[in-house]
């Protein structure tokens, strides 16, 4: 298991952007790349959903909830053990708390064995 940190939330107007980042504290930066990495969220009063993922390795696959599909982007940065989500066009719906979570060799959700604390995103209606 490894450190995962959130930042980046806030409250922001529908329509406006933010970027959250996970700092990954206890990743070697030589294995860094080798973690699977997803976010997910949970609204009150609603089951936590996944959001987005990006694979490990060379390939960095990524892959989006239906919901965020074509407004959030996944990104990595190697170098700083930094994972990043671009959340574009915000919605009241998108209100949640953010989760990062990343594993290895992730086939399942319950592969990912390391959490953040979360960090709450608002966009009121």
């Known amino acids: 298991q490894v450190s995962l940190v959130e930042s980046g939330g806030g409250l922001v107007q529908a329509g406006a952007s933010l970027r959250l980042s996970c700092a990954c504290s206890r990743c070697i930066l030589s294995t860094f790349n080798n973690y699977d990495m997803a976010w997910f969220r949970q609204a009150p009063g609603k089951e936590r959903e996944f959001v987005a993922s990006?694979?490990?390795?060379?390939?960095?696959?990524?892959g989006y909830a239906d919901s965020v599909k074509g407004r959030f982007t996944i990104s990595k940065n190697n170098s700083k053990k930094m994972w990043y989500l671009q959340m574009n066009s915000l919605k009241y719906e998108d209100t949640a708390i953010y989760y990062c979570a990343a594993g290895k060799d992730v086939q399942d959700v319950r592969d990912y064995d390391s959490w953040g604390q979360g960090t709450q995103v608002t966009v009121p209606s």
């Open positions: 990006i694979e490990g390795g060379s390939g960095g696959r990524t």
